[in-house]
Nanobody
Framework: VQLVESGGGLVQPGGSLRLSCTAS????????MNWYRQAPGKERELVAG????????NYADSMKGRFTISRDNGKNTVYLQMNSLKPEDTAVYYC?????????????WGQGTQVTVSS
């Protein structure tokens, strides 16, 4: 199983970034996909999630209206479009997949991609 994030980097406040996470080794279309982030000295927190069935979406309150999660099952990829970035959005962003299969739940993580918002 692999989750490979890309798209992080340094951006000025008010700028935008688009993160991508490409999956392999499991049935992507069957997995709920999530983005988490972890800032230095803080706990990892959920940013956004999109379900496998129905594509239901949820966001953390502080991201609503600024971030958009989407998925392309044909490309085994989930995206996070981040607009109006703030310095407090600086963190390592992680892709997470949750797959339910054979009455078991499997959770997979990517290695993370650094997002730094600074002038």
């Amino acid at each position: 199983v692999q989750l490979v994030e890309s798209g992080g980097g340094l951006v000025q406040p008010g700028g935008s970034l688009r993160l991508s996470c490409t999956a392999s080794g499991f049935t992507f279309s069957r997995a709920d996909m999530n983005w988490y982030r972890q800032a230095p000295g803080k706990e990892r927190e959920l940013v956004a999630g999109i379900t496998s069935v129905g594509g239901r979406i949820n966001y953390a309150d502080s991201m609503k209206g600024r971030f958009t999660i989407s998925r392309d099952n044909g490309k085994n990829t989930v995206y996070l479009q981040m607009n109006s970035l703030k310095p407090e959005d600086t963190a390592v962003y992680y892709c997470n997949a949750v797959e339910e299969w054979l009455d078991a739940t499997f959770s997979y993580w990517g290695q993370g991609t650094q997002v730094t918002v600074s002038s």
